[in-house]
Nanobody, 123 residues
Framework: QLQASGGGLVQAGGSLRLSCAAS????????MGWFRQAPGKERESVAA????????SYADSAKGRSTISRDNAKNTVYLQMNNLKPEDTAVYYC??????????????????WGQGTLVTVSS
């Protein structure tokens, strides 16, 4: 089970740190990802991190403004978002993947999903 938190209302240019706590004993064996879905749009990848934390990837929209990290001792993955823009407004989901061939970026490669946390960026 994945529990995302940390969303809220923030002004453009502000920052938020999302957290995702996993209730699994083998958290460190999963690649983790953050996705977002805005109203009327498809779910899209924001960032992904390997099981060890040694590899990360970012969507172009997140590069330079977001940092994904994880603490395997706490079974938690984080998404630090800076310089937020109104177009970042969306429900953000964390997800876990047992696909270990490469760093998964597609929603279909993730088998476990959190409930989502709403991020609203005002202009």
């Amino acid at each position: 089970q994945l529990q995302a938190s940390g969303g809220g209302l923030v002004q453009a240019g502000g920052s938020l740190r999302l957290s995702c706590a996993a209730s699994v004993r083998t958290f460190s064996s999963y690649n983790m990802g953050w996705f977002r879905q805005a109203p009327g749009k498809e779910r899209e990848s924001v960032a992904a991190i390997s099981w060890s934390g040694g590899y990360t990837s970012y969507a172009d929209s997140a590069k330079g403004r977001s940092t994904i990290s994880r603490d395997n001792a706490k079974n938690t993955v984080y998404l630090q978002m800076n310089n937020l823009k109104p177009e970042d407004t969306a429900v953000y989901y964390c997800a876990a993947s047992s696909y270990l061939e490469s760093l998964p970026e597609l929603p279909s490669q993730y088998g476990y999903w959190g409930q989502g946390t709403l991020v609203t960026v005002s202009s």
